[in-house]
């Protein structure tokens, strides 16, 4: 996040109205440039931290390979073992300052093994018609049209291409979260203010001790289909998210949650259905946050377990127009890879302050036919603007730029061949390498052109420490590695330099030969491929990546695929080095850091498998 966003983005999680944009989806391509990366060694002491850390992790992997313990799959790779009780330990941890260490403890593992290669910090760029009203979003990127306002009452929009998944619980992207919260509804949405104010749910009660949540659900609601919406859809929903057979890639957000003896989450509807019960395993500040998080969404048990294909994909029942749902519109055509219309819900419980009658939806992430679809009036609002765009769209009044909470980065596979033959700490050494030659300042001026803030860290600028104030922040509990830089790195311009020269001595260490002129050897290449979906930013991030690294000899190959390919590939490991974007779900490190835990279902990076 933006350092001149800060005070807004600690005081508030939304911008209203038309002023308002959600954060850029990671599915989409924001015009976004790169920054130098670069890391400063003028102070000794943050360099022998650095290296503490390190060392610490290539310990950790070695004794565990020694005891015979659970490890990932390449001796190149870091054990993983202490990162993910690191992570219990954080969710029921009470005490708000330990707390707190812990998450800069976990941020520090993680970085030190430089998988995580962060380009700058989010930012939401957009372009919506003049005669748009009531367009709101969070910081956490979703957006919110189902009450929007447009001329004759009809919307017509783009968000990103054909979605990954629609099912609330299988969905791990934002553009497939804002057609989630278009057709779905749960216990806990945001209002135009940012505020957490009850959906489905009436009311709650929350224990003296934190521990347990007692919601009674509005009177009457109703699925899309006119059958009743009882508080047995929302236990039913939220056991489904946590049962491993369904493959929620998010399911992990449900640990926070108590559990029975056979797995199933401690959640109970009242027999009448009228009230539904949580029990937690700590004090959870973000606990309704959650609620109104897709994930956590009720779906229809009836149309999940009756859909033909549900034995083999849990999501079938929701691959068509049509499905039941119970949010503000309804899903009533979609032509794969080209349009999706949604029409207004007459069953959705609030009905009467939905004013539109129709939205359509272009799937495209083709910048220049987007672009021109804008500019023809043929779309009133577009969250893709192609590099080539951006010049001109800055001049416009129909563009706005938002603060969001997010970090877009590059990531490395940890089981790549490219690490073969090499100890966790050369590998390690190889990834910090690259993360040295990239010139950040140059990906965020020429190619994202929205003002983004570069990055050294995973956790973004704003996010919140859990105590009133900045997680990204010296003080004296915590000093980054870097402290001038406030980060892992200096990602300046004027440390450019002196961050090449460390990024090849870096690689001699792990074996590499250079000639008399800073070139790698015939004899020692370094040969990798990027990973990217489509679309102009995104393929132009890639081709910095690649001229960054032939600086010093190293060969990229740029692989494109279309949206939902990339997505299958990345998350199956099928990558050595990958385009990456990530929006908190929620206002607390936690949220990125627990997503790299061995059995998450967003651990690209594949640490501990």
């Not at 009533?332 to 890879?337: A, D, F, K, L, S």
């Given at each position: 996040?933006?350092?001149?966003?800060?005070?807004?983005?600690?005081?508030?999680?939304?911008?209203?109205?038309?002023?308002?944009?959600?954060?850029?989806?990671?599915?989409?391509?924001?015009?976004?440039?790169?920054?130098?990366?670069?890391?400063?060694?003028?102070?000794?002491?943050?360099?022998?931290?650095?290296?503490?850390?390190?060392?610490?992790?290539?310990?950790?992997?070695?004794?565990?390979?020694?005891?015979?313990?659970?490890?990932?799959?390449?001796?190149?790779?870091?054990?993983?073992?202490?990162?993910?009780?690191?992570?219990?330990?954080?969710?029921?941890?009470?005490?708000?300052?330990?707390?707190?260490?812990?998450?800069?403890?976990?941020?520090?593992?993680?970085?030190?093994?430089?998988?995580?290669?962060?380009?700058?910090?989010?930012?939401?760029?957009?372009?919506?018609?003049?005669?748009?009203?009531?367009?709101?979003?969070?910081?956490?990127?979703?957006?919110?049209?189902?009450?929007?306002?447009?001329?004759?009452?009809?919307?017509?929009?783009?968000?990103?291409?054909?979605?990954?998944?629609?099912?609330?619980?299988?969905?791990?992207?934002?553009?497939?979260?804002?057609?989630?919260?278009?057709?779905?509804?749960?216990?806990?949405?945001?209002?135009?203010?940012?505020?957490?104010?009850?959906?489905?749910?009436?009311?709650?009660?929350?224990?003296?001790?934190?521990?347990?949540?007692?919601?009674?659900?509005?009177?009457?609601?109703?699925?899309?289909?006119?059958?009743?919406?009882?508080?047995?859809?929302?236990?039913?929903?939220?056991?489904?998210?946590?049962?491993?057979?369904?493959?929620?890639?998010?399911?992990?957000?449900?640990?926070?949650?108590?559990?029975?003896?056979?797995?199933?989450?401690?959640?109970?509807?009242?027999?009448?259905?009228?009230?539904?019960?949580?029990?937690?395993?700590?004090?959870?500040?973000?606990?309704?946050?959650?609620?109104?998080?897709?994930?956590?969404?009720?779906?229809?048990?009836?149309?999940?377990?009756?859909?033909?294909?549900?034995?083999?994909?849990?999501g079938a029942w929701c691959t068509e127009a049509g499905?039941?749902?119970?949010?503000?519109?309804?899903?009533?055509?979609?032509?794969?890879?080209?349009s999706m219309t949604y029409e207004k819900n007459p069953?959705?419980?609030?009905?009467?302050?939905?004013?539109?009658?129709?939205?359509?939806?272009?799937?495209?992430?083709?910048?220049?036919?987007?672009?021109?679809?804008?500019?023809?009036?043929?779309?009133?609002?577009?969250?893709?603007?192609?590099?080539?765009?951006?010049?001109?769209?800055?001049?416009?009044?129909?563009?706005?730029?938002?603060?969001?909470?997010?970090?877009?980065?590059?990531?490395?596979?940890?089981?790549?061949?490219?690490?073969?033959?090499?100890?966790?700490?050369?590998?390690?050494?190889?990834?910090?390498?690259?993360?040295?030659?990239?010139?950040?300042?140059?990906?965020?001026?020429?190619?994202?052109?929205?003002?983004?803030?570069?990055?050294?860290?995973?956790?973004?600028?704003?996010?919140?420490?859990?105590?009133?104030?900045?997680?990204?922040?010296?003080?004296?509990?915590?000093?980054?590695?870097?402290?001038?830089?406030?980060?892992?790195?200096?990602?300046?311009?004027?440390?450019?330099?002196?961050?090449?020269?460390?990024?090849?001595?870096?690689?001699?260490?792990?074996?590499?030969?250079?000639?008399?002129?800073?070139?790698?050897?015939?004899?020692?290449?370094?040969?990798?491929?990027?990973?990217?979906?489509?679309?102009?930013?995104?393929?132009?991030?890639?081709?910095?990546?690649?001229?960054?690294?032939?600086?010093?000899?190293?060969?990229?190959?740029?692989?494109?695929?279309?949206?939902?390919?990339?997505?299958?590939?990345?998350?199956?490991?099928?990558?050595?080095?990958?385009?990456?974007?990530?929006?908190?779900?929620?206002?607390?490190?936690?949220?990125?850091?627990?997503?790299?835990?061995?059995?998450?279902?967003?651990?690209?990076?594949?640490?501990?498998?």
């Open positions: 996040m933006k350092k001149k966003y800060l005070a807004l983005l600690l005081a508030a999680s939304m911008i209203v109205g038309t002023l308002a944009g959600c954060g850029s989806s990671t599915t989409t391509t924001e015009s976004s440039a790169p920054a130098e990366t670069t890391v400063e060694e003028s102070a000794a002491a943050e360099e022998t931290a650095a290296e503490s850390t390190e060392a610490s992790t290539e310990a950790a992997t070695e004794e565990a390979a020694a005891s015979g313990e659970h490890g990932p799959s390449s001796e190149a790779a870091p054990a993983w073992e202490d990162y993910d009780a690191r992570i219990d330990q954080i969710r029921v941890e009470t005490d708000l300052a330990a707390r707190e260490a812990l998450m800069h403890e976990a941020e520090d593992e993680l970085m030190s093994t430089w998988a995580i290669m962060p380009l700058y910090y989010y930012n939401d760029v957009y372009m919506q018609s003049e005669d748009i009203g009531n367009i709101y979003c969070n910081l956490f990127g979703y957006k919110y049209f189902g009450f929007a306002t447009a001329p004759g009452n009809t919307l017509s929009l783009q968000i990103a291409s054909e979605p990954d998944r629609l099912d609330p619980a299988l969905n791990s992207t934002v553009d497939g979260a804002c057609l989630a919260i278009l057709a779905f509804a749960g216990l806990y949405t945001y209002d135009e203010n940012g505020q957490l104010v009850p959906d489905l749910a009436e009311s709650v009660e929350e224990s003296e001790d934190g521990m347990t949540y007692t919601f009674t659900m509005k009177d009457g609601l109703m699925w899309s289909d006119g059958t009743p919406l009882t508080a047995a859809d929302v236990e039913y929903s939220w056991q489904r998210l946590a049962d491993p057979n369904t493959g929620a890639d998010y399911a992990y957000l449900a640990d926070v949650i108590a559990k029975n003896d056979d797995g199933t989450l401690q959640v109970e509807a009242s027999e009448d259905g009228k009230t539904f019960t949580v029990s937690l395993t700590a004090p959870c500040a973000y606990f309704l946050d959650l609620c109104a998080f897709p994930a956590f969404y009720p779906v229809p048990q009836a149309s999940v377990e009756g859909a033909e294909g549900a034995t083999d994909n849990p499905f039941v749902s119970s949010g503000p519109m309804v899903c009533t055509g979609w032509t794969h890879n080209e069953n959705y419980y609030d009905a009467d302050k939905v004013t539109l009658e129709k939205i359509d939806f272009m799937l495209s992430d083709d910048d220049t036919a987007v672009w021109n679809a804008f500019m023809d009036g043929s779309l009133q609002f577009i969250d893709t603007i192609g590099t080539d765009n951006m010049a001109t769209a800055k001049e416009m009044p129909e563009y706005h730029n938002v603060p969001t909470l997010g970090t877009y980065y590059a990531g490395f596979n940890v089981n790549s061949p490219i690490f073969e033959g090499k100890t966790v700490q050369q590998a390690a050494d190889m990834r910090k390498a690259m993360n040295l030659l990239v010139d950040r300042q140059y990906i965020v001026d020429t190619i994202a052109q929205a003002d983004q803030e570069i990055a050294n860290t995973f956790i973004p600028t704003g996010m919140g420490d859990g105590q009133g104030g900045e997680f990204r922040a010296n003080d004296d509990a915590y000093t980054y590695p870097n402290e001038e830089a406030v980060g892992y790195f200096d990602p300046s311009p004027e440390a450019y330099d002196a961050n090449v020269e460390e990024a090849i001595s870096l690689l001699e260490g792990a074996g590499y030969v250079f000639d008399e002129n800073g070139m790698l050897s015939e004899e020692t290449p370094i040969n990798l491929t990027y990973l990217t979906n489509e679309g102009t930013g995104n393929v132009a991030i890639g081709e910095a990546l690649q001229q960054d690294f032939a600086v010093i000899g190293i060969n990229l190959t740029i692989e494109t695929r279309e949206w939902s390919v990339f997505l299958n590939e990345r998350k199956d490991g099928q990558f050595d080095f990958a385009r990456e974007g990530w929006l908190a779900d929620y206002n607390d490190p936690i949220n990125m850091l627990e997503m790299w835990t061995t059995e998450s279902g967003n651990n690209d990076m594949q640490f501990g498998r």
